[in-house]
C-alpha cells in the first residue's frame, strides 16, 4: 500500500531532477560558448575577424541540449567586445509543455 503512494511522487521528483540538470547543462553550456566568442574577439584576432566570424566561433562551442539552435548576437560597447546568446529550452510533460529563455551574455575588453 505504501509503494502506491511513494512511487509516483518518487518518479516525479527523479524526472523533475533529470529535467533541471538538462536545463542547467544548457545554461552553463550557453554561457561558455558567448565567454569564449567574446574572448576570442578580443584576443584573438586571426580567427574572430569581425562579427560573423565571432558568432560561427561562439556556435562552435554551444554544446546544449536545446531543440533550436540559440541566437547569437555580437557588438562593440564601451566594455569591449560583447557577445549575447539566448534559446528556449522546452519542458515537455506529456499534456503541456512549458517553454523557458536562457540567456547569456559576456564583455571582454
Avoid: K, W
Avoid at 17 to 34: D, E, K, N, P, R
Amino acid at each position: 500500500m505504501e509503494f502506491a503512494v511513494v512511487f509516483p511522487a518518487y518518479v516525479l521528483v527523479v524526472i523533475g531532477g533529470l529535467y533541471a540538470c538538462f536545463a542547467l547543462f544548457t545554461a552553463t553550456s550557453l554561457q561558455y560558448a558567448v565567454e569564449q566568442g567574446s574572448r576570442c574577439a578580443a584576443v584573438n584576432s586571426s580567427a574572430c575577424t569581425d562579427g560573423p566570424s565571432t558568432i560561427t566561433y561562439a556556435q562552435s562551442h554551444y554544446l546544449g541540449l536545446a531543440g533550436s539552435p540559440p541566437t547569437f548576437t555580437y557588438t562593440t560597447p564601451s566594455c569591449g567586445h560583447n557577445l549575447t546568446a539566448s534559446v528556449n529550452y522546452g519542458f515537455d510533460f506529456g499534456m503541456t509543455s512549458v517553454t523557458v529563455p536562457i540567456t547569456a551574455t559576456a564583455c571582454f575588453p
